[in-house]
């Protein structure tokens, strides 16, 4: 197939107008290869392992949701000089879903509502609220790799928000508690917002809570899927 026709149903899928501003320039096809795609993998992260299980599996173009050129380049070394070059000789496409993903439906905050059952959502400015009936083993379970951390205390939660990524932000969780939230779950939690949220946090990884929109979009598409959660370890 066409390279053209891929992106195209890739923008139906994601549209780049839903992304934020920051993704300016970083999402979409930012690394270009070969024009006729006959296989698609999809990952979270470009990381080098990802990109030599791709050309293993015979890829012409890899999706994922994180870019890893997110700063300009200035020299192409170390990693990203690895990265490109497995994908350059491949003539590999790589292409990027970020904050478009996160915004569309069936995206990344559709894919975890779904996956902790979510009913009644109701949209937030980057994540959703929801009537929830579990507790946070329960919610831990459903998640890939690592488990959770809580901050507060929490039982049954009948109402949860959740945000795919860094979500952890003041005003996001104050609207979130206006929409009747009990707990908010999201990644990469400071230790002043913890303290100051009106609701318990609910901390899980950034790939626990991404990853499984990723997977859900390679079954849908009919791509090979290429897990590679990050090596955690908790230390009591």
Known sequence: M??????????????PELAEEYDAGRIGLVVEGKDEIGTVCCALDATERVAEAAVLAGADM??????????????????????????????MNLYVMHTNFDHAPGGVNDVLASRLDL?????????????????????????????IRVYGEVGTIRRLAVVG?????PDLIREAVDLGAEAFLSAELKHSVAR????????????????????????RMGWHYIPDPPHVVVVP
């Open 119 to 147: 009913s009644r959502t109701e949209r937030m400015a980057a994540g959703l609220v929801g009537d929830c009936s579990l507790d946070a083993n329960e919610i831990a379970r459903r998640l890939p790799g690592g488990g």
């Open 196 to 219: 100051a949220s009106p609701i318990p946090c609910l901390e899980a990884t950034h790939y626990a809570l991404e990853a499984p929109a990723m997977e859900a979009l390679a079954s």
């Open 165 to 169: 990524g860094s979500g952890f932000d």
């Open 62 to 91: 890899l999706v994922v949701h994180h870019t890893p050129l997110w700063s300009p380049v200035t020299a192409v070394r170390g990693p990203t000089s690895r990265l490109l070059r497995t994908l350059l000789a491949a003539g």
């Open 2 to 15: 066409d390279i053209r026709r891929i992106i195209a149903a890739l923008e139906q899928v994601a549209p």
